[in-house]
Nanobody, 125 residues
Framework: QAQFEESGGGLVQPGGSLTLSCTASGFALTYNAVAWFRQAPGKEREGVSCISYTDRKSFYSASAKGRFTISRDDAKNTVYLQMTNLKPEDTGVYYC??????????????????WGKGTPVTVSS
């Protein structure tokens, strides 16, 4: 079954850092743009960041800009999200989704495919 496998989440104190990984399983990352989404308890899933395939252009939500960095290693079939200066409002389950080549659907999630089970991030003291 083609899907993403997210990992790297955990419990971190405010101001701390985490790096999440999103590895493609059953398909190649090539030709796909990949986006990170998060879903906080009781809230809808929201777009956090996206990286295109064609020109490696990256996009960030207003809350992620300046604190998060998205990158990809197609040879490892993996996309990363480096998160710094984490805040309690960053708490949630983080998921990856893919779309064809560019971040056209992002930050909407209804055009994405290959969703994984997510990795939980809790920012708390």
């Amino acid at each position: 079954q083609a899907q993403f496998e997210e990992s790297g989440g955990g419990l971190v104190q405010p101001g701390g850092s985490l790096t999440l990984s999103c590895t493609a399983s059953g398909f190649a990352l090539t030709y796909n743009a990949v986006a990170w989404f998060r879903q906080a308890p009781g809230k809808e899933r929201e777009g956090v960041s996206c990286i295109s395939y064609t020109d490696r252009k990256s996009f960030y939500s207003a809350s992620a800009k300046g604190r998060f960095t998205i990158s990809r290693d197609d040879a490892k079939n993996t996309v990363y999200l480096q998160m710094t200066n984490l805040k309690p409002e960053d708490t949630g389950v983080y998921y990856c989704g893919a779309e064809s080549q560019t971040c056209g659907y992002y930050p909407r999630d209804n055009g994405m495919r290959y969703w994984g089970k997510g990795t939980p991030v809790t920012v708390s003291s």
